[in-house]
């Protein structure tokens, strides 16, 4: 990365995973050091407990605490928020997973990622309600919202649009199931590589790693990468972004791996 670029942040999903223990975590490493030994490894995690239901304030506080200075967390928002079929009237759980105390980890909280079903379609309204609810704010700290969308419905310019107004980061999710948009919305990027395979023991070939890497500077530096899906022709803004990829699914066990891979590519 250049002077003119800003960080780039990669991680997994979680960490407790049995399949790791003895090939990312070190033989007989006690459960309760696995998040001291991750965030030592990585430069992110995104937290999906979160995603099925609500933490305790001490949790939080407590994964800040082990976690090293300019660590960051995701944190998958619920899906009592964006499991539901009318959107807008979304309000009270939106309010109810900020007030779980997710503001706990203060400096080391990054964006929230909003994850709706593959089925869900894009209805215009419903969902410009919904980016309505996002605050910016919580309990005095500022908060950066991502919302990843799995139906081929969305890739329209009017929900490039919307998400770019309500300053929202469509999350990039490279995946063999459902489509990908690369639109740049907000002042950072949200990106998941979900299409691991389990005979790379990276989890992706190394010039699919060096393509991510590419892309992940680019990116930082206020770019779009060339050979990704846009909905709009016209690019945004060009502005340093701080810049989210997560290593997640596909094949999980490979994760960690390919987390690190990109993390030496990028220096």
Excluded at 141 to 160: D, I, K, N, T
Excluded at 226 to 231: C, D, I, K, M
């Amino acid at each position: 990365m250049t002077n003119s670029s800003a960080p780039v942040r990669v991680g997994i999903g979680g960490w407790s995973f049995p399949p790791w223990r003895g090939t990312f975590y070190p033989q007989g490493l006690a459960q309760k050091r696995e998040l001291e030994f991750a965030s030592r490894a990585m430069t992110a995690i995104e937290i999906n407990a979160t995603y099925h239901g609500s933490q305790k304030p001490a949790s939080f506080a407590n994964w800040a605490s082990t976690a090293p200075e300019g660590f960051v967390f995701a944190v998958k928002g619920s899906r009592y928020v964006t499991n539901r079929k009318v959107l807008g009237e979304a309000g009270e759980s939106i309010q109810r997973f900020l007030n779980q105390g997710i503001v706990e980890l203060g400096d080391k909280l990054g964006p929230i990622l909003w994850q709706f079903m593959a089925t869900k379609q894009f209805d215009a309204d419903d969902f410009a309600a919904f980016l309505r609810l996002l605050p910016r704010k919580h309990d005095g700290v500022a908060l950066r919202h991502a919302v990843q969308v799995r139906h081929e419905s969305f890739a329209v310019p009017e929900f490039v649009a919307m998400s770019r107004d309500a300053k929202v980061a469509i999350a990039f999710a490279d995946s063999t199931s459902y489509p990908a948009i690369a639109d740049v919305t907000a002042d950072f990027v949200y990106a998941r590589l979900e299409a691991a395979e389990e005979a790379e023991p990276e989890g992706y070939a190394p010039a699919a790693l060096d393509r991510w890497a590419k892309a992940a500077q680019s990116w930082a530096a206020g770019g779009v990468p060339e050979g990704l899906p846009y909905v709009e022709a016209a690019p945004p803004p060009v502005e340093p972004r701080e810049t989210f990829i997560f290593c997640i699914n596909g094949a999980k066990v490979r994760a960690p791996a390919a987390a690190q891979a990109l993390i030496a590519r990028l220096g």
